[in-house]
């Protein structure tokens, strides 16, 4: 009887394996057929699509293309939403609404709604589900629903080389400097200096470079060491794919522990 019982969950276990390679193996092949690049476009026709760029799969909410330009070397996360214009199907005019420089990171799940211009600088890489627009609901009249009361925009400028943290937001009339970190969660308005840190909703600056005292308040931590210059591209590369195949290993160790757990409950449950 034991036997039996040890036979059967040995079954189900590789079953369960094959299904899961299979799910996994057919996933991994539409996250490649289904991202969007210059030389594979699919449906999408933007304005400008830089060599490098890449629009992972699934994509979010996507319209207005013709006034979008992206930049070289982009990674746009999953189920990012880039729009131009309030609906689909407007015309915007000549210029570009929504602009994004080489080297732009969007996180997953991350918002971009420009209804009049946002511009977004090079080499700025943005959290997860981070919200910008450039267009916010007015309630002026307060006997008409605000969702029926016509919308208020105003431009969005963020420099380059900045970082906004998961779950920040970014309203109208923003205007980002060059090298600022967003906080997490953080609601900016208004101007932000270069190379300051805000955070808090409404955003403060909690922190600025000052070129003769350095990070004021001081930073709590030590800088961390830059990449040596004589580190190639490839051998970057490399490191990424070993921490990759690391993790899958610890990953599928992980798995192949639970189920020899449940084979010995099993064959408990069956010699008791």
Same mark, same amino acid.
């Not at 899961?20 to 690049?37: E, N, P, Y």
């Not at 909410?61 to 979008?68: P, S």
């Given at each position: 009887?034991?036997? *039996?019982?040890?036979?059967?969950?040995?079954?189900?276990?590789?079953?369960?394996?094959?299904? %899961?390679?299979?799910?996994?193996?057919? !996933?991994?092949?539409?996250?490649? %057929?289904?991202?969007?690049?210059?030389?594979?476009?699919? =449906?999408?026709?933007?304005?400008?699509?830089? %060599?490098? $760029?890449?629009?992972?799969?699934?994509?979010?909410?996507?319209?207005?293309?013709? !006034?979008?330009? @992206?930049?070289?070397?982009?990674?746009?996360?999953? &189920?990012?939403?880039?729009?131009?214009?309030?609906?689909?199907?407007?015309?915007?005019?000549?210029?570009?609404?929504?602009?994004?420089?080489?080297?732009?990171?969007?996180?997953?799940?991350?918002?971009?709604?420009?209804?009049?211009?946002?511009?977004?600088?090079?080499? $700025?890489?943005?959290?997860?589900?981070?919200? @910008?627009?450039?267009? *916010?609901?007015?309630?002026?009249?307060?006997?008409?629903?605000?969702?029926?009361?016509?919308?208020?925009?105003?431009?969005?400028?963020?420099?380059?080389?900045?970082?906004?943290?998961?779950?920040?937001?970014?309203?109208?009339?923003?205007?980002?400097?060059?090298?600022?970190?967003?906080?997490?969660?953080?609601?900016?308005?208004?101007?932000?200096?270069?190379?300051?840190?805000?955070?808090?909703?409404?955003?403060?600056?909690?922190? +600025?470079?000052?070129?003769?005292?350095? !990070? &004021?308040?001081?930073? =709590?931590?030590? %800088?961390?060491?830059?990449?040596?210059?004589?580190?190639?591209?490839?051998?970057?590369?490399?490191?990424?794919?070993?921490?990759?195949? &690391?993790?899958?290993? +610890?990953?599928?160790?992980?798995?192949?522990?639970?189920?020899?757990?449940?084979?010995?409950?099993?064959?408990?449950?069956?010699?008791?």
């Amino acid at each position: 009887m034991p036997r *039996n019982g040890n036979t059967f969950s040995s079954l189900a276990a590789w079953r369960r394996r094959v299904v %899961a390679h299979a799910l996994q193996g057919g !996933w991994r092949w539409a996250q490649q %057929a289904g991202a969007v690049t210059a030389e594979h476009p699919g =449906r999408l026709r933007f304005r400008r699509l830089g %060599a490098g $760029t890449r629009l992972a799969f699934p994509q979010g909410t996507v319209f207005g293309e013709r !006034w979008i330009e @992206i930049g070289e070397c982009c990674i746009i996360a999953e &189920q990012v939403t880039l729009t131009a214009g309030m609906l689909p199907g407007l015309d915007l005019g000549t210029e570009t609404v929504l602009t994004l420089g080489n080297g732009v990171v969007l996180g997953r799940g991350s918002h971009v709604i420009a209804d009049t211009t946002i511009t977004i600088g090079s080499d $700025t890489y943005c959290g997860p589900y981070v919200y @910008i627009t450039s267009t *916010n609901h007015s309630y002026d009249d307060p006997h008409e629903p605000i969702g029926r009361q016509w919308p208020r925009s105003e431009p969005v400028s963020i420099g380059p080389g900045c970082w906004l943290g998961t779950g920040a937001v970014i309203l109208p009339g923003a205007r980002i400097g060059r090298n600022v970190v967003v906080a997490a969660g953080a609601v900016v308005r208004g101007e932000v200096p270069d190379h300051s840190v805000v955070a808090g909703a409404p955003a403060r600056v909690v922190r +600025r470079w000052d070129p003769e005292l350095g !990070w &004021q308040p001081p930073l =709590r931590t030590p %800088a961390p060491k830059p990449i040596p210059e004589d580190v190639t591209p490839e051998q970057l590369a490399a490191l990424a794919a070993w921490e990759i195949e &690391q993790e899958k290993e +610890r990953g599928q160790g992980q798995e192949e522990a639970g189920e020899q757990a449940q084979a010995r409950e099993q064959a408990e449950v069956s010699s008791s």
